[in-house]
């Protein structure tokens, strides 16, 4: 309705303007002001009509908006999106908190594995040394000093099978 009536005033104001403008050809000397004067009252008057139609439309539209977000229930869908949301951020939070305890828990099981390894290798190099010493005497120099090369490097290399290996190799010429 009130896009009607500013566009009725517009269109009179066009009117008025070319009404100013015919007199103006005619020559005729205080009317063309007058309508000219009128032209742009409706012009201004149907710009402004637009305009506060407008500011009030868009006023209406702002309180219904207002008015609808904090309507009951807007509340509680918020309210219940909040919750959705909260749980599923717990859930994500519990996943990598569990992510975390299984990499550090894998982290210190490697580690003890390790130490183990190492211990254990350490105490079957003490065991091959003892076995290679009590053969010493019965082992040529050069056969003794390979095999005790043999032993340091598989221990450097915490190599368990090729230290058993080599238990075995001594155990078998000791036994010869």
């Known amino acids: 309705m009130i896009i009607r009536i500013?566009?009725?005033l517009v269109a009179s104001a066009f009117l008025a303007l070319f009404i100013g403008k015919l007199l103006?050809?005619?020559?005729?000397?205080l009317l063309p002001e007058l309508a000219t004067r009128l032209g742009i009252t409706l012009l201004l008057l149907g710009f402004g009509v637009l305009l506060c139609g407008g500011l009030v439309m868009l006023g209406r539209l702002v309180c219904r908006a207002i008015t609808g977000y904090f309507?009951?229930?807007q509340r509680q869908l918020r309210r219940l999106l909040f919750t959705a949301n909260y749980q599923e951020n717990l859930k994500q939070r519990f996943y990598w908190r569990k992510?975390?305890?299984a990499i550090t828990n894998d982290a210190k099981r490697e580690r003890l594995l390790v130490a183990d390894n190492r211990r254990h290798i350490k105490s079957l190099s003490k065991a091959v040394r003892r076995d290679l010493s009590a053969l010493k005497r019965q082992l040529p120099k050069t056969a003794y000093r390979q095999l005790q090369q043999e032993l340091d490097s598989y221990r450097q290399e915490l190599n368990a099978d090729a230290l058993l290996?080599?238990?075995?190799k001594i155990a078998n010429l000791g036994t010869r």
């Not at 290996?165 to 075995?168: R, V």
């Open 6 to 8: 500013a566009l009725g």
């Open 71 to 73: 309507s009951a229930p």
């Open 24 to 29: 103006l050809w005619r020559h005729i000397p």
């Open 99 to 101: 992510m975390k305890v």
């Open 165 to 168: 290996a080599l238990q075995l």
